[in-house]
């Protein structure tokens, strides 16, 4: 059947009808709604943008006017602020519109790394050992932790202050980097156990029956010497870095015995912990003793044709409009709170 989807995105990612004369910086930008787009004309849907920055209005008004099947939502910020993704996804829940990808309170949950580990840690499942540094309070770490510890934001995403600086050592770096947070990030920081090991991803799709995808890896080919094998801002978005230090992403090969079975397992248990639907990637380190640690869960992974969603989804016999088609279903067929009452 053909559909009628808004595509929920930033009004500056609305993507042109061809990719003749943008640079790869430009496409780059909106390259995830630039895949959508295609895939959905593919499918035979009919599409619409709906591009928002900072007022809600236009997304009631095309969803009285033109009544969308459902609401593709790519939408990442809501006033250039990333934590306020949540409350458009709240928005549409309230218009009760069935809508793509988690719903708000899973969202709210795993956006918030503090919060979800505390979550987590009630489950049993292994995450590394941390605390959070508001502005103002005295920056130490407790006895408990022991350096090195890595410090990041306890709500932003995609690596946003993530260098090789936030590995420390010591209580003066510790501070450093924790007033960097507080500063040029604007958010509370959080220090975790830096967990040394193999740096692991795991896809999952599904409202209540769960399906996992092939464990994908971030390998580190060709680091200069002394520098820390962590996915920095920059070894996620800097192509020509990438180039340099060997980073390479795909399936990870020679887990150790029933290391993926594991990994999986752990992941559809998150997924049902933090109420997650649609779809939603969780980030693990495999230590050298063949321990996982969790470090997050995206909720709203990017469903960019070249990245690890469908990149693994793609090992896994499931090609890109396929994808795209599931995710459509799981969102229609979703029965959120509002459907309840
Ligand atoms: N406890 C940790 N031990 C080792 N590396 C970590 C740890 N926490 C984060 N990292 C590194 O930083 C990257 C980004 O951290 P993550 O928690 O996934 O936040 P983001 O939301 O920015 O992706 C990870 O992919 C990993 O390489
Ligand atoms: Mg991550």
Known sequence: MSLRVAVLTHEDLIPPETLKGHSEQEIEAWATEWDVMRALRELK????????????????????????????????????????????????????????????????????????KQILRYHHIPTPNFRVFSPGGRIRAPKRLGFPLIVKSVDEEASLGIAQASVVRSEEQLQERVKFIHEKVGSDALAEQYVDGRELTIS?????????????????????????????????????????????????????????????????????????????????????DGR???LEANATPDVQRDEDLARSAKTAGVAYPDLI???????MRYRPQWKRA
Request: one cysteine or more; a neutral charge; glycine letters at 8%.
């Open 325 to 331: 088609q599931r995710i459509l279903d799981l969102g």
């Open 45 to 116: 849907h009919e599409a619409r943008f709906l591009g928002i920055s900072d007022d809600l209005r236009p997304i009631r008004q095309l969803v009285e006017e033109w009544q969308p099947h459902v609401v593709f939502n790519l939408l990442m910020e809501f006033r250039d602020v990333g934590a306020f993704q949540v409350h458009v996804a709240s928005y549409l829940e309230l218009l009760g519109v069935p809508s793509t990808g988690c719903n708000s309170r899973g969202i709210l949950l795993a956006r918030d790394k503090a919060v979800s």
């Open 292 to 294: 996982a640690w969790v």
């Open 204 to 288: 999952v799709l599904g409202n209540t029956r769960l399906e996992t995808f092939p464990v994908w890896e971030m390998e580190f080919r060709n680091l200069p010497e002394g520098t820390i094998p962590i996915a920095t801002d920059r070894a996620k978005h800097d192509l020509a870095y990438q180039k340099k230090v060997g980073i390479h992403t795909g399936p990870a090969r020679d887990l150790p015995e029933g290391a993926a079975e594991r990994i999986a397992s752990v992941a559809r248990r998150i997924y049902r912990a933090l109420g997650l639907c649609g779809y939603a990637r969780i980030d693990l380190r495999l230590a050298p």
